[in-house]
């Protein structure tokens, strides 16, 4: 018993590869970008736990007086935070952009050139099967042609025959002199 791979052209088996190496390619990029994502929330997360957690000390033992001066610094802490952030999402995206473009330059050509490599033999093999069956059907229309005229041919020769003449009609006829 054959495997599916044994049973694949060697084009189509081609193009399959250069398919599955772009794919796995473009998954690699977009786990990579994840990761990086992740670890940006994750810093993100810790940084936003520590400066609220320290503006909340601040503000239990600040004085009531004081918590204005405190609170200055604290908020452009905060916005310092979410702007580096906001960088490092940036900086993710646009190195995942990079990827991508950095893949498709690598398996684009070579994936484009198995593909049309692949559907110039399944188009001249359509086409050679189009004209194998055109000629088949010629032939059985032929065949049918020849059959309907053999049999007209017969069925006019039948027709041609003159029917001989019955005994009894021979003998009416003699009879009646």
């Avoid at 190496?21 to 940006?40: I, K, M």
């Avoid at 000390?57 to 004085?63: C, E, I, N, S």
């Avoid at 025959?161 to 009879?175: F, L, V």
Wanted: charged share 20%; hydrophobic share 40%.
């Amino acid at each position: 018993m054959n495997s599916f791979v044994d049973t694949v052209s060697p084009l189509a088996k081609e193009h399959m590869e250069a398919r599955i190496a772009y794919f796995n390619d473009v998954a690699l990029a977009v786990v990579n970008s994840t990761r990086q994502l992740a670890e940006a929330n994750l810093q993100f997360g810790r940084d936003w736990l520590q400066q609220s957690a320290n503006a909340w000390q601040q503000a239990v033992l600040t004085p009531a007086a004081e918590r204005s001066e405190v609170a200055g610094p604290t908020a452009e802490a905060v916005v310092q935070a979410l702007q580096s952030y906001q960088k490092q999402v940036a900086q993710v995206a646009s190195d995942f952009q990079t990827s991508i473009t950095d893949v498709m330059r690598q398996h684009v050509p070579q994936t484009t050139r198995t593909a049309t490599a692949l559907a110039e033999v399944v188009s001249h093999k359509a086409a050679t099967e189009t004209d194998q069956q055109w000629r088949i059907n010629q032939t059985a229309s032929r065949d049918l042609i020849d059959q309907a005229s053999r049999f007209a041919q017969a069925a006019t020769q039948n027709r041609a025959m003159q029917e001989p003449a019955s005994m009894q009609s021979a003998e009416d006829s003699g009879n009646k002199n």
